[in-house]
């Protein structure tokens, strides 16, 4: 891939670590593109806030944020669709500076990241994301709706667990005792005493007995 030489704010990179190889910086045209802001009635002004907002391809194992840990930062995990409206976004960009250095225009008004690659670099960078296209889109021909609904099947692609001990400061039950409280109510004193959800910040709660999200943001958080 060719790479986008950029820097993070000092004040991000503290709380979102450096950028890795595959991670890339957005522009807010770019950032308009993902599905997740169309619900909302007036979407944040990323152009106030240029350098602030990461695409990153991740790898099993890594760690996005940390239980406990201080940070000021979110994460959303982009459907197939939104990857499709972003690399073709990112298509019309480079075309942009191609045709502005052919006829030898500014280039200021362009793509913030792209416009310091060079022209064999734009060349590499356009047919990378041509080839992701295709891949995306055989893709994107094989999925459920990303909407959703009971009848078709859920799109999932992470799994969120909390460690939290819900029980900690309850006195402890003898085997007896619990066996007594299964026989009367069916179920333990523990389970009957848990709220059905755990309230969070997230856009959804998080099952108190399962410590998962609720099935129901299964399809906003669709595979890339």
């Not at 910086?25 to 990323?46: I, M, N, Q, R």
């Not at 350098?51 to 239980?67: D, H, K």
């Not at 792209?114 to 296209?133: A, H, M, N, P």
């Amino acid at each position: 891939m060719a790479k986008v030489l950029a820097m993070l704010p000092a004040e991000l990179a503290d709380v979102a670590g450096e950028l890795e190889p595959d991670d890339e910086l957005l522009t807010a045209d770019e950032l308009e593109t993902v599905s997740v802001f169309e619900s909302l009635k007036k979407g944040p002004s990323f152009a106030r806030f240029p350098g602030t907002t990461l695409l990153r391809r991740c790898r099993p194992g890594r760690v996005m944020c940390s239980q406990g840990d201080s940070g000021s930062t979110a994460f959303y995990i982009l459907t197939t669709e939104d990857v499709i409206e972003l690399r073709e976004k990112q298509l019309e960009a480079l075309e942009a500076i191609t045709a502005a250095r052919a006829a030898g225009d500014d280039e200021e008004e362009l793509h913030q990241y792209f416009t310091v690659l060079s022209g064999r670099e734009i060349k590499t960078r356009r047919q990378e994301i041509e080839d992701e296209l295709k891949t995306l889109r055989h893709r994107a021909a094989s999925l459920p709706p990303a909407g959703g609904n009971e009848a078709e099947p859920a799109r999932q692609v992470a799994t969120a667990n909390l460690l939290l001990d819900l029980g900690a400061e309850r006195p402890r039950q003898s085997p007896l005792q619990r066996l007594l409280a299964r026989l009367r109510r069916g179920r333990t004193a523990r389970d009957s005493e848990l709220p059905a959800y755990i309230p969070v910040d997230g856009p959804t709660d998080i099952d108190s007995r399962t410590m998962r999200r609720r099935s129901a943001i299964a399809p906003s958080t669709s595979p890339i």
